[in-house]
Structure formats: structure tokens, C-alpha cells
């Protein structure tokens, strides 16, 4: 049984869980839900997924949750909120573990998925994969796609997808759909959404999983939060963020 905390602000509810277990299953739950309750004159869900050390639990969680719902996923567009600059195959790849855990699993057709690696440029990567998103979902009157769910994960510094504390102003005020960045943590290339496309997302869930994120969540969650993720949070009328990191 999860303990559900009272919202911490107004844009913000916070559910804790006891284990990382938990926290994959409540998580697979909620995206189900979301995926069931697209109303059905929708051709698309579009949905964007993260990496990090909660994506393989998640997506194993996903895929068992469904398991007798399998056209759930018949009308899902998979795009990555980040990735490494790495080859698909590659150890650190998040396309690979979405691969490996949830598309195959799924039996997902290769033109439903949008992996951001593609060789030669990031820069041209970022461009192709924003026309890819920008045919596929709804446009807000900014020109941003509306994309139906975001899946993000936190660091250990508050960071989520690939947008890192100290980023600057190209980055942190960019009103392009992705961006090519330099992480300060290897390896460093990579490509990731920007804060304006998540602030445009209908639903985003934050997933804070692990010992080490106690002090982010703590940040993050403060009145005068500055990490990335409590950008994300004042961006948005609503974020779920759901934890296994103990209340303090």
C-alpha cells in the first residue's frame, strides 16, 4: 500500500512508495490508466520515455499490467524525452533499454518508435525527430507539440531528461522542440526535450527512485527550488512525482 503525501504545492502532488518495485508498478498503473482513458476519437497517444536506473522496473511493470490489454498500445508513438549521442546497441543507450523491455516485448512496429540516435549530427537528429513529433501530435498556439504523456526520471543534482543545474540561457529558455546539449556527466553528447515541451505536455509523471535522490526531492520541492526539476514543476498546472526515497 503506497502512503500518498497531501500535495506539496499547489502544481505538485507527491506519492512515496515503499520500494523501487512499488514505485515501477504504481507508475505502470498510472500509465495504463492514462493510455485507457485516451478518448477514442484520438488517432495517436504520443508519449515520451526517460533512462536512468527505474526504466527497465517500469517498463517490465508496463508490459505485465497490459498484459491482457495488449491493444492498448496499438495507437502509441514512442519518442524519448532524452538519449546519449551513442549508438542504439550501445550499454548506455535509453533507446536499448526501451528496446530490450518494452518494444520487443510489445512487439511495438518499428515506425510507432522514434529513437533520437541516427548517426552523422545531433544536430540534424534533433531536427528530424521534431518534424517526426510535430506530424504526429497536436500544436499549441506557441508552435509546440502537445504530447500526450512524459515519462522523467531525476538525478542525484536534480536534473531530469537531459537538462542539468547551471545550463545556460540557450538552453534553459529555448523554444525548440529538442536540443543537442553537453551533459557535465559522461557521456557527455547528447539530445533531450526542452523545458518549454515538457511545460506543453498534457500529463508528465516524475519518477525520483534510489538513496541518492533524497536531497534533490528535498530541493526540489522547496519554496525557493532552482533544479531543473522544480523548474519543471512551476512550468506546469500539474505534476505527478511519484518516490521510493523515504520522507526525512
Known sequence: MNRETANVSDRCALRRYPSAAALANAAAHEWIRLLTNQP??????CLALSGGRIAQPLYAAAVRVSKDRR???DKV?????DDRWVPRDDPESNYRVAYEHLFESLRVAA???HPLYTGGLPEFAAA??????LQ???????GTPILDLIILGVGEDGHVASLFPGAPPEVTESHA????VIAPKPPPQRITLTYATIAAARHVIVLVSGPGKAAALRASLSADAQTPLARVVRSRPWTVVLTDVAAE
Open 136 to 142: 504526429r501530435t497536436p500544436i499549441n498556439v506557441d
Open 77 to 81: 508513438e514512442f519518442f524519448f524525452a
Open 128 to 133: 528530424q525527430v521534431q518534424a517526426e513529433m
Open 177 to 180: 522542440i529538442y536540443l543537442p
Open 111 to 113: 515506425d510507432r518508435v
Open 71 to 73: 491493444t492498448l498500445w
Open 40 to 45: 477514442a476519437h484520438r488517432e495517436r497517444f
